[in-house]
């Protein structure tokens, strides 16, 4: 629907703006031949009220071919084109209605006043529709660049309610929760060990926030608070949680958003370890192949344990942050084979400096 | 009062059972009979053991502490339970079962004492009831309202269990080919397989999908995916043939639900 259609308000500013276009074309028609004012303007305001409509027609014209870009010479030709389909029509129907105004307002319209009127009519609706082309390729291209203004506030605003998300979700109080429950076993059995797993979990705290401070981080950087973090957990699962680790060198030096991996590890300790008696191995990979980098985190799943429908917070939340991070190369994939759990990241590979200050 | 309590502690955590080790070793009268790692365990270990209370963690292996409940409390001279775990958000359903306490994780000694002075005034009183052989709330119904709590509030089982002596089995629910009331029990089939459970067949109806499950007769819930087609024997009397050939009766009403969801 053409926006100036939308609503009745500019349906009526449509038929004006058409009409007073009508005032001109009634003052060359005067001074080619002889009639009144008022027959002039009978005939040229309704004729180009409705021409007004017929031109209305360019924007899908413009929308369909933009003039910018490598077809802007056809778009120049199409329009060429849309002008002479658009004045025939014009012509056609004025003849119409000068025949009618000549039959019921008066006679005495000669042969040769018809042809000029034809010509004229001609002559003005090319330009006439080549102007409305011009006014909807200036239409659209401001909206264009309201919509790419909005588009990146949206962007940024996604991007900042994602990062809250992920260091939320990082500071999960049930994880507390059962590590302080941990500490306080330990105080009674173990002095030594409550210490050192009160040091972890500071540790693990004080790097998620500085990590979730920043835009990007090293997978390197990323797999060492993994680490702390599987540090804590292995108190509590014991021998259950078992870790194995491949990771490239050219991996662990790649960009990543923070906080990315520790939700699904946190996912695979909770719906894997946590179900099966005997725990499992928790496989965490990254290779950096063909400018993509790719890290996996699979997991052992209880065969009777119920069969998780859908997506879970925590892998949404991921998805998310993949897609403000790199929309297009980017990928998250979840599967599950037999009694293994894999989720599979592919994102591009960069490798560079990173801006070390936190943002403001 | 100085009467000895025998306590079971289930936990998959090894710290969390050291700490309450660790606590009720303070208290007279108190003997920790055992320790379960995984809801299997802890009905094993429940049914053959007859402890007098269990400390029940909620996220287990297996079984969850709700389903490990289900399992068990449904016997006459089942145990007082108290809950420990780090979720605050299933003390309403725990209540529902009648648990003695609720701990959640971290708590202290002071904590425990309390809750395990709440548990010796229940055994007391339980005991005494025993002797006065006051009238027990039907196992059955009570059955029903802990098979609900453990599936939780607007949620449909999509998993059911049984108890077979000390063995426990899990059957997925649309692993259920159908379900037949026998008295006070309900007959499960699975794939040649028949468990029985104690509970009435509207209460495990209610706990399944309706999409899926469908009550065909006063004493019949059949799976709708294992229905081969519906025969007429005679004017109104109607059977369901099931893939494996087998045939179930259909009532009226049952009929017209069938004929709602199978069409």
């Given at each position: 629907?053409h ?7 500019r349906?009526l500013?449509v038929v004006?703006?058409?009409?007073l276009?009508?005032v001109?074309l ?13 027959a002039?303007l009978?005939f ?5 009220i ?11 014209v413009?929308?369909r071919h ?23 029509i ?9 025949l ?6 008066y006679?005495?319209?000669?042969r ?7 010509a004229?009519?001609?002559a003005?609706?090319i330009?006439f529709?080549?102007?409305s ?10 909206e ?15 991007a900042?309610?994602a990062?809250l ?6 500071l ?10 941990s500490?306080?076993?330990?105080v ?15 540790d693990?705290l004080?790097?998620?926030?500085a990590?979730?401070?920043?835009d990007e981080v ?5 797999l060492?608070l ?6 804590i ?9 078992r870790?194995e680790?491949?990771?490239?060198p050219?991996?662990?030096?790649c960009?990543?958003?923070p906080?990315?991996l520790?939700p699904?590890?946190?996912n695979?300790?909770?719906h ?5 008696v005997?725990?499992?191995v ?8 063909g400018?993509?980098?790719?890290v996996?985190?699979e ?20 998805r998310r942050r993949?897609e403000?991070?790199?929309?297009r190369?980017s990928q998250?994939s979840a ?9 599979l ?10 801006s070390?200050?936190?943002r403001? | 009062?100085?009467?000895r309590v ?5 936990d998959?955590e ?18 920790v009979?055992?320790e ?9 270990a429940?049914?053959?053991?007859r402890?007098?209370?269990?400390f ?5 292996p ?5 389903e ?5 409390a ?8 108290i ?10 359903r725990?209540?529902e079962v ?8 971290p708590f ?8 395990l ?5 229940r055994?007391t009183?339980?005991?005494a ?20 709590a453990a599936?939780g ?5 999509e998993r ?6 000390a ?8 692993q ?24 009435t ?6 706990a399944?999908?309706?999409e899926?499950?469908v ?6 819930v ?6 081969a087609?519906v ?6 009397q109607r059977?369901v043939?099931?893939?494996d050939?087998?045939q ?12 709602e969801?199978w069409?």
């Amino acid at each position: 629907m053409h926006p100036l259609l939308a609503r009745p308000a500019r349906l009526l500013l449509v038929v004006a703006i058409a009409a007073l276009f009508g005032v001109p074309l009634a003052w060359i028609l005067k001074l080619l031949g002889p009639r009144p004012w008022v027959a002039a303007l009978a005939f040229a305001v309704p004729l180009q009220i409705i021409s007004g409509f017929i031109v209305l027609s360019a924007w899908w014209v413009c929308r369909r071919h933009p003039i910018s870009g490598p077809g802007a010479w056809r778009a120049v030709a199409v329009q060429l084109g849309a002008a002479l389909q658009t004045t025939a029509i014009r012509t056609a129907l004025g003849t119409f209605w000068a025949l009618a105004l000549d039959r019921w307002l008066y006679a005495g319209l000669s042969r040769a006043d018809m042809y000029r009127d034809l010509a004229v009519m001609f002559a003005t609706g090319i330009p006439f529709y080549l102007l409305s082309a011009v006014g909807h390729y200036l239409f659209l291209a401001f909206e264009a660049s309201h919509e790419a203004e909005r588009r990146v506030l949206e962007t940024q605003v996604g991007a900042r309610e994602a990062e809250l998300r992920a260091l939320r979700a990082q500071l999960n109080p049930h994880f507390l929760f059962n590590s302080l429950n941990s500490i306080n076993a330990l105080v009674g059995s173990d002095p030594e060990g409550a210490r050192r797993m009160c040091e972890g979990l500071g540790d693990f705290l004080r790097r998620t926030l500085a990590l979730g401070a920043r835009d990007e981080v090293t997978l390197g950087e990323e797999l060492a608070l993994v680490e702390r973090y599987l540090g804590i957990e292995q108190v509590r699962f014991g021998d259950r949680l078992r870790v194995e680790r491949a990771v490239d060198p050219d991996a662990a030096i790649c960009r990543v958003p923070p906080l990315l991996l520790q939700p699904l590890v946190e996912n695979a300790i909770k719906h894997g370890i946590q179900d099966c008696v005997n725990g499992g191995v928790i496989r965490i990979e990254a290779q950096c192949t063909g400018g993509a980098l790719r890290v996996a985190v699979e997991n052992p799943v209880d065969p009777d344990a119920p069969v998780r429908r859908g997506e879970g917070v925590g892998l949404q939340n991921v998805r998310r942050r993949l897609e403000v991070f790199a929309a297009r190369e980017s990928q998250l994939s979840a599967s599950r084979t037999g009694e293994t759990f894999r989720v599979l990241l592919t994102l591009p590979a960069v490798v560079g400096a990173l801006s070390e200050a936190p943002r403001g | 009062m100085a009467e000895r309590v025998r306590v079971l502690l289930v936990d998959d955590e090894a710290p969390a059972r050291s700490l309450l080790r660790e606590y009720l070793g303070a208290h007279e009268g108190v003997e920790v009979i055992g320790e379960s790692t995984n809801g299997f365990e802890a009905v094993k270990a429940i049914t053959e053991q007859r402890p007098d209370l269990v400390f029940l963690d909620v996220q287990m292996p297996k079984l969850d502490g709700f389903e490990v409940l289900e399992l068990v409390a449904p016997e006459p001279g089942a145990p007082a339970v108290i809950f420990c775990t780090a979720y605050d958000e299933y003390a309403l359903r725990a209540f529902e079962v009648h648990a003695v306490d609720y701990l959640l994780k971290p708590f202290g000694r002071e904590r425990l004492a309390e809750a395990l002075g709440r548990a010796r005034e229940r055994l007391t009183l339980a005991a005494a009831r025993t002797q006065g052989a006051a009238p027990a709330a039907s196992p059955a119904s009570a059955a029903g309202a802990l098979a609900a709590a453990a599936r939780g509030q607007g949620h449909f089982a999509e998993r059911l269990v049984v108890r077979d002596g000390a063995q426990v089995h899990v059957i997925p629910a649309e692993q259920v080919d159908y379900v037949e009331a026998q008295d006070d029990y309900v007959a499960i089939h699975e794939g040649g397989h028949s468990h029985l459970k104690h509970q009435t067949l509207a209460e495990l109806a209610e706990a399944l999908d309706p999409e899926r499950f469908v009550r065909i007769h006063r004493s019949f819930v059949v799976n709708v995916d294992r229905i081969a087609r519906v025969e007429l024997l005679a004017k109104d009397q109607r059977v369901v043939i099931l893939r494996d050939g087998r045939q179930l009766p259909v009532s009226r009403s049952g009929h017209d639900w069938l004929r709602e969801q199978w069409s």
